[in-house]
């Protein structure tokens, strides 16, 4: 059974930072890529960021602000939050699928397995 634990998210203010964690259990992280996305109230789930092998790729708007880290050996991936502001405020998921998936990497619908969702509220 696989599962994917998320943790740290919040209410913090605005230019706080925040570390969201996602815990992988039943698989080996490193044979996957590890994404997360965001669903913010009333819009559509949209994707964030994501981390496979050691390369990495951002949506513009969290561009120098996050980073998608992983530590294969504790099968964990982190997302480290900075300069956050209102508009970040979501519920956060992070989502995995194997390395090889050919799939473009902003394709939620691709991605095989999904955590519960970790809810992050940034106030001005």
């Known amino acids: 059974q696989v599962q994917l634990v998320e943790s740290g998210g919040g209410l913090v203010q605005a230019g706080d930072s925040l570390r969201l964690s996602c815990a992988v259990f039943?698989?080996?992280?490193?044979?996957?890529?590890v994404a997360w996305f965001r669903r913010a109230p009333g819009k559509e789930r949209e994707f964030v960021c994501t981390?496979?092998?050691?390369?990495?790729d951002y949506v513009g708007s969290v561009k120098g602000r996050f980073t998608i880290s992983r530590d294969n050996a504790k099968n964990t991936a982190y997302l480290q939050m900075s300069s956050l502001k209102p508009e970040d405020t979501a519920v956060y998921y992070c989502?995995?699928?194997?390395?090889?998936?050919?799939?473009?990497?902003?394709?939620?619908?691709?991605?095989?397995?999904w955590g519960q969702g970790t809810q992050v509220t940034v106030s001005t």
């Open positions: 989502a995995i699928k194997r390395s090889y998936f050919s799939s473009s990497a902003s394709d939620s619908q691709s991605y095989s397995f």
């Open positions: 981390i496979n092998g050691d390369s990495t």
């Open positions: 039943g698989r080996t992280l490193r044979d996957f890529r």
